[in-house]
């Protein structure tokens, strides 16, 4: 099935550090989400995105929407312990019944 | 709280036995995804419905089936467990057309076969 390119595939990073990952398609979507999974647990919705160009944030975490709808990136600013987990991006059209994730990015972070 | 429940968090199950993970949730949504988790290899769509009764394959079906006799309950089961199949697993649902809220996962379940 398809996938998206997500990279890095792993980060190890010291606390206070930014960060920075990013998710590309073959394909052109109209939404684009991001999620946290913290160790042990489920994936959790972190960012929402519906507009090609589109910026958001929440709190320390800022995601873009690309301009040509093929890619996205989330920054975290700041890190802290509590940001280690893995971070999944998934995309989807208007209509569709099912989700294309990434393959994840790993963070770890030193205090 | 909304949320999506799977029964167990961690399982230990023999070779050749038949093992069923269940999933609910609350929210009455329409469609219901199970998945495996394994490093290095994202998730991986084993199964979802779309409705009551109603299956579809995901990628990776082989060594599974699935069961879905009411709206709130989706059960994963794999007739005779293999050592292969050891992995985490995750169930996620959402409307019927995946809004901008997305899924909702559960916790997981973390299945070994020994």
């Known amino acids: 099935g398809q996938q998206l390119n997500q990279s890095p595939q792993s980060m190890f990073i010291q606390e206070g550090e930014d960060v920075s990952m990013n998710c590309t398609s073959s394909?052109?979507?109209?939404?684009w989400l991001w999620y946290k999974q913290d160790p042990g647990e489920g994936p959790v919705l972190l960012i929402a995105l519906y507009k090609a160009g589109e910026l958001t944030s929440n709190g320390r975490l800022t995601a873009q929407f690309g301009i040509t709808r093929k890619d996205s990136f989330l920054n975290i600013s700041a890190s802290i312990p509590s940001d280690v987990g893995i971070y999944f991006c998934?995309?989807?059209?208007?209509?569709?019944?099912?989700?294309?994730f990434g393959t994840g990015t790993r963070l770890l972070v030193s205090p | 709280d909304v949320k999506v429940t799977q029964s167990s968090r961690y399982l230990v199950k023999r070779t050749g036995e038949k093992v069923f993970l269940e999933c609910v949730q609350d929210m009455d949504h329409e469609n219901m995804f199970w998945y495996r988790q394994d490093p290095g290899l994202g998730l991986r769509l084993i199964y979802f419905?779309?409705?009551?009764?109603?299956?579809e394959k995901g990628d990776i079906p082989e060594g599974y089936s699935v069961s879905r006799e009411k709206k709130e309950r989706f059960s994963l089961i794999l007739e005779s467990a293999s050592t292969n199949q050891t992995s985490m697993y995750l169930c996620?649902?959402?409307?019927?057309?995946?809004?901008?809220?997305?899924?909702?996962f559960g916790s997981g379940t973390r299945l070994t076969v020994v």
């Open positions: 996620a649902s959402s409307r019927h057309e995946v809004g901008p809220n997305g899924y909702t």
């Open positions: 998934a995309c989807m059209n208007t209509g569709f019944q099912k989700l294309v």
């Open positions: 419905s779309y409705d009551v009764k109603m299956k």
């Open positions: 394909s052109i979507f109209n939404t």
